[in-house]
């Protein structure tokens, strides 16, 4: 449950500026004990680190950027006085990858894994009357047994006798940023008090009422001398059913404003108000309170479409990163709000949140503005599938449908990003991925995966739908437009006769140089992009003719960092929009499809500047 307050509950934010300092060499701060003393005793070599911010890019030295190993946060803190009768949560929305969390020197917590929240009581361990110290030691190093995967390698620095240095080599491109990634909150919650709620939607077939079932879980020992009282609330605040006294059951909503996504109704994103209130029977006081926000859809699958709320959904949108400079990875606001206006502006409907899972403020965003969300794993370029593996698989799985199971931006849970296709194992791992998702998620959403090429028969049983990633005429051909037709509608038209499953395509770009143009095109220019670009289009046209593709996903939304190779120049380029976010000339091309793609013809569109957009311009 997202820390939000109530009247009941409290929030208190720790973001802000810690200090920060690496663990090099021979030094270990665990040993010597780095948690129980302010870290400008055990160091000279303090900095002052932002948070929420990936610490890489925030100073001017190398070793900074480009570590690996232990990294350690601290600060200080007060805890008002009134919170005496509760409990004190402390809740990080991600540590990128591993963390150890000390409050006043006891260790109270470690997690596994970045992307996702964690959170512990530290009631015991804090003071009332005086201030309290935290330190987290952060490791970013990446191994087969994490999740994603990678390495890290030790190499000599020649100008010094005897001194080393790292590199850690990762199984996917983008910049391995790292550090306390989302927002740190004190959250001071009643002893007696909510601490699970599930929600699931549908609707009738008359598609007007929807139903919106409940199960709220406390920790209370005593139910019997308390009562709820459970209310569902339109957008004015007003009560749409007749309240409940169960913590689990079901309201009818008879004319219900459904949840669709954007461009689909005139009003995108309707969400009610589930307000749970826990009261105690003897004295009718007010034991807790919380509320969730709802939407109601529901989706299906068929033959030849996705459906929402019984209509086909076609998917527009892109991969995306969690990526801008200065900050990496960072839950960043202006950002967030950015990029949903520019998916907006350029007609999109949906998203991936290729390669691992984006931070509850954006996820706040597409249930709120009705943008619907593929939510995936951070199981990018798999390359083996030990026990250790499949334990953390399994695990960020529970972590991320604990978190997003009642969003109802989510509509697919993709397990993996493009999974080496020729190991034998890799069938049972998946399968068990694949039924442990089932099993978590009540609501039943479909799973599927991104797949990068043919060799893909032993993870494609356990998926409900296929995902490709195509790159005809970029990582084959080059330079050679004329080859991505007649390759695509080949390669999918087999995938669709083969297996018998929808598809859409999740990847398909060009780097692009922005202010490089040449004609005839070469790759890198802005112009090749364009080209590129719709060739595939042409290819999809034909393939949505024939009923089994369900979307497209261009690659990426924006430029991005990678780590230094020498495929990437200052990172990968082939976002539709500049890393700053501005448009490069396919974002217009873009545009033009995308808004071609929708049955919409709002006076809003217009005045959007939509009309100046031939239907198709090419
Ligand atoms: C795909 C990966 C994606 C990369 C992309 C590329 O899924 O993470 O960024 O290639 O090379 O294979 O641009």
Not at 9 to 35: A, H, M, Y
Not at 191 to 216: A, H, M, P, Q, Y
Not at 436 to 446: G, Q
């Amino acid at each position: 449950m997202f820390p939000r307050p109530t009247e009941t509950r409290q929030v208190q934010s720790l973001d802000g500026v810690w200090n920060f300092c690496l663990q090099q060499g021979s030094e270990n701060g665990f040993k010597s004990r780095w948690f129980e003393t302010p870290l400008n005793q055990v160091t000279n070599d303090l900095e002052r680190m932002p948070v929420p911010s990936s610490f890489n890019d925030i100073t001017e030295r190398r070793e900074i950027r480009d570590f690996s190993g232990w990294v350690w946060y601290e600060r200080t803190f007060f805890i008002p006085s009134t919170w005496t009768d509760g409990n004190i949560l402390l809740r990080f929305g991600s540590v990128n990858y591993k963390a150890h969390v000390y409050i006043n020197g006891k260790n109270v917590f470690n997690h596994t894994g970045g992307h996702l929240p964690f959170q512990m009581d530290i009631t015991k361990l804090v003071r009332i009357s005086s201030q309290n110290h935290i330190s987290v030691a952060v490791n970013n190093v990446l191994s087969n047994g994490t999740l994603p995967q990678g390495r890290v390698v030790t190499k000599n620095d020649s100008r010094k006798p005897n001194t080393t240095f790292t590199e850690t080599i990762t199984r996917f491109d983008f910049f391995n940023y790292a550090g306390i990634h989302r927002s740190v909150w004190l959250y001071y919650v009643p002893k007696t008090r909510i601490v699970d709620i599930t929600v699931i939607t549908n609707t009738e077939s008359d598609l007007s009422t929807g139903i919106v079932s409940f199960d709220i879980a406390t920790n209370s020992k005593d139910e019997d001398n308390h009562y709820w009282r459970i209310g569902l609330y339109d957008r004015d605040d007003k009560s749409v059913a007749p309240d409940q006294a169960k913590p689990n059951g079901k309201f009818v909503i008879p004319d219900a404003n459904l949840w669709w996504p954007f461009t689909m109704h005139p009003i995108a994103g309707y969400q009610y108000t589930l307000s749970i209130r826990l009261y105690n029977k003897t004295n009718n006081h007010l034991i807790d309170s919380y509320y969730q926000k709802v939407g109601i859809r529901n989706i299906t699958l068929s033959k030849h479409s996705f459906n929402i709320n019984g209509k086909p959904f076609y998917f527009r949108g892109f991969g995306k990163h969690e990526d801008m400079n200065i900050r990496g990875r960072s839950m960043d606001q202006s950002m967030i709000l950015k990029d949903f206006n520019l998916m907006k502006w350029i007609g999109a409907n949906s998203f991936r949140t290729s390669h691992y899972p984006y931070s509850e403020e954006i996820m706040d965003e597409a249930d709120e503005q009705g943008f619907v969300v593929i939510d995936e794993l951070p199981a990018v370029g798999l390359v083996s599938f030990q026990r250790p593996l499949l334990e953390q698989h399994l695990m960020t799985a529970r972590e991320l449908i604990d978190r997003d199971k009642n969003r109802p931006s989510v509509v697919m849970w993709s397990i993996a990003n493009e999974p080496v296709g020729n190991v034998p194992e890799s069938a049972e791992y998946f399968a068990t991925v694949a039924t442990e998702v089932r099993r978590l998620d009540l609501a039943k959403r479909p799973v599927t995966a991104a797949l990068a090429n043919n060799k893909v028969d032993y993870i494609v049983p356990s998926l409900d739908l296929l995902m490709i990633n195509r790159y005809y005429s970029w990582y084959s051909d080059p330079g050679y437009v004329q080859v991505i037709q007649g390759y695509l509608l080949n390669d999918v038209r087999n995938m669709a006769q083969k297996f018998h499953k929808l598809i859409m395509f999740s990847e398909y770009g060009a780097d692009t140089i922005p202010g490089m143009h040449n004609e005839p095109t070469t790759i890198f220019s802005e112009d090749y992009q364009v080209e590129y670009l719709i060739e595939n289009h042409k290819a999809f046209d034909k393939l949505r003719a024939q009923g089994f593709l369900i979307g497209e996903h261009v690659w990426n939304f924006a430029d991005f960092m990678t780590g230094q190779q020498i495929t990437r120049v200052g990172g990968n380029k082939k976002g539709i929009f500049t890393r700053d976010r501005q448009p490069k000339v396919s974002a217009r091309l873009m545009r033009c499809r995308y808004w071609g793609l929708t049955n919409v013809n709002w006076t809003t569109v217009h005045r959007q500047g939509f009309s100046l957009c031939p239907q198709m311009i090419y």
